[in-house]
């Protein structure tokens, strides 16, 4: 493994720990707090590209798992992965990487709209089909209540997927991790 792709791996996971100094809002639908790290994968993803994106967050879900309390409300350790938010946090690495596929894929035509659906596919889709199926699971409640309820998070993740999405275009496009070589793919930044 490269440095450089170490360093970007390690930098993301830092940026996903320093969202979880923002406080959780707890709700009284979900037991699953609303954070804003969500918007940490979608940033890993679609700046990173999928392996680099995708590592960063496994990284992020390794330091959790060994009690570092990088989650939101200063959360750590194995028990969060057995608890309402389990599946959600799982979910982190593969979603990223989603993210980053798409990106890659759509490189050479990327737009804002693209990234606005490539967020929505992967930090959301995936990430709710994860989190709520495991909460339904873990709280022996129904899949279908269990996926109402999870719709307040929506507002909030429309937000988070605006922001990643601009963010990620203007720095794409200003210093792309992710660079187009001769042949029109892409090409991840040696």
């Known amino acids: 493994m490269k440095l450089r792709t170490m360093l970007y791996a390690s930098l993301f ?33 679609s700046i990173l ?50 993210i980053g596929f798409l990106v890659e894929r759509f490189w050479k035509n990327l737009k804002l709209w693209y990234y606005l659906v490539f967020n929505f596919i992967g930090g959301v889709v995936f990430v709710y089909a994860c989190g709520v ?7 022996n409640t129904p899949w279908p209540a269990a996926a109402f309820a999870a719709l307040v998070y929506i507002p909030g993740d429309v937000a988070k997927i605006a922001i990643a999405s601009i963010l990620a275009q203007q720095l794409n496009r200003v210093y792309p991790l992710m660079h187009k070589n001769s042949s029109n793919d892409y090409q991840k930044a040696a």
């Open 133 to 139: 199926t495991y909460l339904s699971f873990i709280t």
């Open 49 to 98: 590209g999928a392996k680099r994106g995708g590592l960063s967050m496994l990284l992020f879900v390794l330091l959790i798992a060994i009690g570092v309390p990088l989650l939101s409300g200063g959360r750590g350790g194995l028990g969060v992965f057995f608890g309402p938010s389990g599946g959600y946090i799982m979910s982190y690495p593969i979603a990223a990487f989603i």
């Open 13 to 45: 996971a830092a940026i996903m720990g320093a969202l979880g100094f923002f406080p959780p809002i707890v709700t009284p639908f979900t037991p699953v707090p609303i954070t804003a790290q969500t918007l940490g994968l979608m940033l890993a993803g």
